[in-house]
């Protein structure tokens, strides 16, 4: 995928596309920063954002999207996905060839077991 690591867990993907690492054995990424790069995809999920994680129920890493955009989708095991951006607002989920072959039907929404396999970005409006 890229990206430069901007802080001991945080890989910024590209913009303001930012992935939040969970250390082995941890079910969230832990504030490493002291709050400056705090991470969204917490609990709650902040309001405005899909976020995506590496696995089910909500845990493991997670990559945080707010402005409208492509999101490139690095696993391919279950995870789990919150859709809590502006009401109504649909997340679709492209494969391999950029084609949404499924969208979420609109905030808010959410998948505590959802299977990333054949997801290859999100597209979060």
Not at 51 to 74: F, K, Q, V
Not at 105 to 116: E, L, S
Request: net charge negative; charged share 15%.
């Amino acid at each position: 995928m890229g990206g430069k690591q901007v802080a001991a867990n945080v890989i910024d993907l590209g913009g303001k596309n930012l992935m939040f690492v969970a250390l082995p054995g941890e079910a969230h990424p832990r504030d490493m920063t002291k709050g400056a790069l705090a991470d969204p995809c917490g609990s709650p999920v902040a309001y405005g954002y899909f976020c995506a994680y590496s696995g089910t129920n909500w845990h493991g890493t997670s990559i945080p999207m707010y402005g409208c955009g492509r999101y490139r989708i690095p696993w391919t095991a279950d995870g789990s996905w919150v859709d809590n951006q502006t009401t109504g607002t649909v997340a679709n989920f492209l494969d391999d060839s950029g084609v949404s072959r499924w969208n979420d039907g609109g905030a808010f929404n959410m998948d505590d077991d959802a299977p990333w396999y054949w997801v290859h970005w999100v597209q979060n409006c």
